[in-house]
């Protein structure tokens, strides 16, 4: 066993790399479409996805997002930045061509079986394996447009979120409370998708499990984790040489 530290912002990069090889993306970009739907971690999925089609020119991740969560006085109730104007749209990849400027709401209605639509959340349950997201739009926002899909059509929906959102309790009962009339502040939304972490990018490109055995941290450690990896010689070695390429990863600027 090793143990590793991941901060935010390389766990970012590493769920991003290990979605750039999940098997039923790589299956949407040859024959199908992929939706990328703006968020701070989707931006690295984004760039890495783009950058395996050779078309990541002329990304960014800079505005890459609807709505934010930023620390006090920063922020509007609703935690997104006064200013939009900048929002590039969604990525939406068709048969291997990004299709710049669409997003989410230009194509829901359009996707099928073999589609796969990737969505970031805010809230983590990792004992279920369940995750949900915070909703500011009143008619639901993307997360709506995306169950759609999901539900409708059987598009697959895939949930990528960092540790560092994990939350106790159930996500069904904090959405009840937060959710009730009278409530201030965005509500919650529990949302059935397949829930992408760290500890599933580190499975899924090195063959090696993975742990939360502690967390925290300060001096740009703050909202780290500490994962514990078991493994063969050749996955801890795959394991090392992995986080060792993400882990210069600086934090998130906008």
Same mark, same amino acid.
């Given at each position: 066993?090793? !143990?590793?530290?991941?901060?935010?912002?390389? &766990? #970012?990069?590493?769920? &991003?790399?290990?979605?750039?090889?999940h098997p039923a993306v790589k299956a949407a970009l040859s024959s199908?479409?992929?939706?990328?739907?703006?968020?701070?971690?989707? &931006?690295?999925?984004?760039e890495e996805i783009l950058r395996e089609l050779g078309q990541a020119e002329e990304f960014s991740r800079k505005r890459f997002f609807r709505g934010v969560v930023l620390p006090p006085g920063r922020t509007t109730e609703t935690g997104r930045l006064p200013d939009e104007s900048e929002f590039p749209g969604d %990525? %939406?990849?068709? #048969?291997?061509g990004w299709q710049k400027g669409k997003t989410i709401f230009d194509v829901a209605d359009s996707l099928r079986e073999g589609d796969v639509i990737l969505k970031g959340t805010n809230a983590l349950d990792q004992t279920r394996k369940e995750a949900a997201v915070l909703i500011g739009h009143p008619q639901g926002g993307t997360t709506i447009k995306a169950l759609q899909a999901?539900?409708?059509h059987r598009v697959r929906l895939i949930l990528p979120v960092g540790l560092e959102k994990r939350v106790s309790g159930d996500l069904m009962t904090l959405a009840t409370r937060m959710n009730v009339p009278g409530s201030?502040?965005?509500?919650?939304?529990?949302? !059935? &998708?397949?829930?992408?972490?760290?500890?599933?990018?580190?499975r899924l490109l090195t063959g090696a499990e993975a742990e939360l055995v502690a967390a925290g941290g300060v001096g740009g450690a703050e909202g780290a984790v500490w994962l514990a990896l078991r493994g063969s010689e050749e996955q801890m070695e795959k394991a090392e040489v992995l986080i060792r390429e993400v882990s210069g990863e600086k934090g998130f600027e906008m």
């Open positions: 066993m090793k !143990q590793f530290i991941l901060t935010p912002a390389v &766990g #970012k990069r590493l769920i &991003g790399k290990a979605l750039a090889a199908a479409t992929l939706v990328i739907i703006a968020g701070t971690t989707n &931006g690295y999925v984004a %990525v %939406v990849i068709v #048969k291997g999901a539900v409708g201030s502040g965005p509500r919650l939304l529990p949302v !059935q &998708g397949e829930v992408f972490t760290e500890i599933e990018a580190i």
